[in-house]
C-alpha cells in the first residue's frame, strides 16, 4: 500500500536573462526562484491498483514518482510504501520495487540485455529458477527472445522499452512506477507495451502508478486516475466519473441518405452544425441534447443517428483547463 | 555470485565491448607518451651532454615516465565525469533504486577501470623494458612488484575519496568536468607524473612528502623502480593511510548533503 499525507516539494532554481549580456551577468550573479513542485499532495494506493497520474508538463507528476521511488527528499509531508519511508533507501523496499522511465535507459548500452540481466539478477538476488522462468515469460510475452543478445543501443526504440521493461519486472516488483513507458513508441509497440502492462498486473497484483501523455495509455489500463495541476491534486477517482461529470459536451452525427438540400436556421445555444455531404455533425452541450436532437429529427429524415461522447483527451483537457471541480 | 563480483564482470565487459577503442586505450596512448617524453629527454641529454640528472640515467628516467603516468592513470581509474554526469543528467537514478549502496557500486567500477589499467601497466612495463634495454635499472624483485600493486591498489581507493568529491560538487554546481580535469594535473604535478619530484627544492620536497599525491603517485613507482628504501616507501604509504580516512570521512559527508539537493533531472 502506498500513503501520500500532505506531500510538499520546492525547488529553487536559478534564472538567467536570456541574450549574451544575461550570460555574462550570470556568471557574477544569478537569481534564485523557489518553484512549488508539489504541494499539499495526499493519496492512498491499494495494492493490486493501477493508477494514472495525468498532468500537464511539468504538472508535478514525475517529482511525485521520484519521491516515490526515494530518488529525491519532499520538502514536507509523510510519504509510506509498502511500510517504508522511501528514502530511507531501504533494500527491503528497493528490492520490491521498480522504476521504468521511458527516457531513460537503466540497462547498459554497451552491452546486450542479458548482460545486464545478469547483474540485476544478482543485485535483487532473484533464485536461479525464479530468474530463468521470468526471463523465458517475459521474453515471451513481449516477444523479444531473439534480441535480448544484440547491445542494446543498436535495438529499436520499441525493442528498447520492451527490454527496459523486462528488467524492471525480473525480481517480480510489488510496486512498478512507470513514467512515459509508452513514449516514442509506434502504435504497434505502444499496444504491446499496454498489453503486456495489463497482463503483467492481472497475473502478478502489484501496485501500479504509470504517468503517461498517451490517454490511451490511461484508458486502457487504469481504471482509476490521479490529475495534478500546478503541483496540486485536483482530482482522484474513477476515470469513468470524470467523463461522466465533466464531459459536457457531446457530438450528435446524423446520417441522411443524400445531402441535404435546406437547412434550417439552428438557435445558437443548441450548438455548432457541420455538415459533410450526407453527414451532420451537431456538437452540442449536455443540457441542450434533446432540444439539438429535436431540431435534428424535426428537419432531416436520418438513416443513422448516434450521440458521441467526446474524447476522454479532451475532457481532461478542458477539466484541467478549468482547474478541477 | 554476489552482486560485487558481477559489478567488476559487467564493467569488463563494458570495457572490452569496443575492440578498436580498446587496442587505441589499452596500447596506443601509453606508447605515444612513453616516446613523446623518451625523445624529450633524450634531446635533453645529448644537448647537454649527460649521462645522469638527478642520479638518473635516460633509460632509468624513461621507465620513470612510462610508470609514472601509468600510476596515474591507475589511479584516476574510471573517466572524469564518471559520477558527476550521472548527478548531472539523472543516471543516478538507477543506482538509487537499486538495492545497494551505490556510492559502493561506484568504488567497486572505478576500482576495475584501475585493475585494468594496472593490468596494462604491467604489459607496457615489460614490453618497454624490452624495447629500451636498459641495463642500469636493477632486476625488479617480484616481493617488491606485489607490495606496489598493493600500494597501488589503496592509492587508486584514495584517489577515487578525491574524484568522488570533485564529481559530487555536481550536486550544487551541475557542471564539473573542469574540476576533473584540475585535479588531474594537480596530482599529476604534486605527485611527479609531470616531472620526479627529485627534481623539485628540497624544501618543497619535504612539504610534498606529507601531501597525499606524492605518497600515491610516486610512492608506488618508486617502490616498484627501486628508487626508495623500504623505510622511505613505508612512510610514504602511512602518509597515504592517514589521508584516506580524513578523505572518506568527506566523500560521506558530502554524498549525504550532496543527496538531499539531488533533483534526478533528465527523468
Not at chain 1, 497475473?203 to 484508458?219: A, N, R, V
Not at chain 1, 445555444?269 to 434533446?290: M, P, Q
Request: with cysteine; glycine share 8%.
Amino acid at each position: 500500500m502506498i500513503v501520500v499525507k500532505n506531500l510538499q516539494k520546492t525547488f529553487k532554481v536559478s534564472t538567467k536573462e536570456p541574450g549574451l549580456m544575461g550570460s555574462i551577468k550570470g556568471l557574477v550573479s544569478r537569481k534564485y526562484i523557489t518553484k512549488t513542485a508539489l504541494n499539499n499532495v495526499s493519496l492512498n494506493i491499494k495494492q493490486g491498483e493501477m493508477v494514472g497520474l495525468i498532468g500537464a508538463n511539468g504538472a508535478g507528476k514525475t517529482t511525485l514518482v521520484k519521491i516515490l521511488a526515494g530518488i529525491i527528499h519532499p520538502t514536507e509531508g509523510v510519504v509510506s510504501v509498502l511500510g517504508h519511508n522511501p528514502w530511507d533507501r531501504d533494500d527491503n523496499l528497493r528490492r520490491q520495487m521498480a522504476l521504468i522511465m521511458g527516457q531513460k535507459a537503466q540497462l547498459w548500452y554497451d552491452l546486450p540485455a542479458l548482460d545486464s540481466y545478469m547483474l540485476l539478477k544478482e543485485i535483487y538476488q532473484i533464485p536461479d529458477q525464479l530468474y530463468k522462468q521470468q526471463i523465458e515469460f517475459l521474453a515471451d510475452v513481449l516477444q523479444i527472445k531473439d534480441q535480448l543478445k544484440v547491445q542494446v543501443r543498436k535495438l529499436s526504440l520499441g525493442e528498447r522499452m520492451k527490454v527496459e521493461l523486462m528488467g524492471a519486472l525480473l525480481h517480480r516488483p510489488n510496486v512498478v512506477y512507470l513514467d512515459e513507458p509508452t513514449i516514442g513508441l509506434d502504435l504497434m509497440a505502444q499496444k504491446a507495451v499496454r498489453g503486456f502492462l495489463k497482463n503483467y498486473q492481472r497475473e502478478f497484483k502489484p501496485i501500479i502508478l504509470l504517468t503517461s501523455h498517451y490517454m490511451e495509455d490511461i484508458k486502457e489500463l487504469c481504471e482509476r486516475v490521479v490529475l495534478i495541476k500546478s503541483g496540486e491534486l485536483i482530482y482522484d477517482g474513477a476515470l469513468t466519473t470524470i467523463q461522466a461529470q465533466f464531459g459536457e459536451k457531446k457530438k450528435l452525427v446524423m446520417t441522411l441518405e443524400d445531402a441535404p438540400v435546406n437547412i434550417p436556421e439552428l438557435r445558437p445555444e443548441l450548438g455548432l452544425l457541420e455538415v459533410d455531404k450526407n453527414k451532420i455533425t451537431l456538437s452540442t452541450t449536455r443540457n441542450y441534447l434533446s432540444g439539438s436532437m429535436d431540431y435534428l429529427l424535426k428537419n432531416f429524415q436520418p438513416t443513422d443517428l448516434t450521440i458521441q461522447d467526446p474524447p476522454i483527451e479532451e475532457v481532461i483537457e478542458s477539466f484541467l483547463r478549468k482547474g478541477g471541480a | 555470485m554476489s552482486w560485487h563480483k558481477r559489478v567488476i564482470s559487467t564493467e569488463i565487459r563494458k570495457i572490452l565491448a569496443y575492440r578498436s577503442d580498446f587496442w587505441v586505450n589499452f596500447l596506443g596512448q601509453a606508447l605515444v607518451q612513453l616516446f613523446i617524453a623518451r625523445a624529450l629527454w633524450q634531446t635533453i641529454f645529448e644537448t647537454n651532454n649527460l649521462t645522469q640528472m638527478q642520479g638518473m640515467t635516460l633509460p632509468e628516467l624513461t621507465l620513470y615516465y612510462l610508470l609514472a603516468p601509468l600510476t596515474l592513470k591507475i589511479l584516476i581509474g574510471e573517466q572524469i565525469g564518471f559520477l558527476s554526469r550521472d548527478i548531472y543528467d539523472g543516471g543516478l537514478n538507477r543506482y538509487l533504486v537499486w538495492p545497494l549502496p551505490a556510492l559502493g557500486y561506484k568504488v567497486l567500477t572505478y576500482m576495475t577501470y584501475s585493475g585494468f589499467y594496472l593490468l596494462q601497466m604491467a604489459i607496457l612495463y615489460s614490453i618497454g623494458r624490452f624495447i629500451l634495454n636498459p641495463a642500469p635499472v636493477e632486476t625488479i624483485e617480484i616481493i617488491r612488484l606485489v607490495a606496489g600493486v598493493a600500494y597501488l591498489m589503496v592509492a587508486a581507493l584514495g584517489y577515487f575519496c578525491f574524484m568522488a568529491m570533485c564529481e559530487m560538487v555536481a550536486f550544487w554546481a551541475d557542471n564539473t568536468w573542469t574540476l576533473g580535469v584540475m585535479l588531474r594535473f594537480i596530482a599529476g604535478f604534486l605527485g611527479g607524473a609531470f616531472l620526479p619530484l627529485a627534481f623539485f627544492p628540497e624544501h618543497i620536497q619535504t612539504i610534498l612528502n606529507y601531501l597525499p599525491f606524492a605518497a600515491m603517485v610516486s610512492g608506488p613507482v618508486k617502490l616498484i623502480l627501486g628508487r626508495a628504501t623500504p623505510a622511505e616507501s613505508l612512510q610514504s604509504f602511512i602518509v597515504m593511510l592517514i589521508w584516506i580516512p580524513i578523505l572518506a570521512t568527506c566523500v560521506r559527508l558530502m554524498w549525504r548533503k550532496g543527496n538531499l539537493k539531488y533533483t534526478g533531472v533528465g527523468m
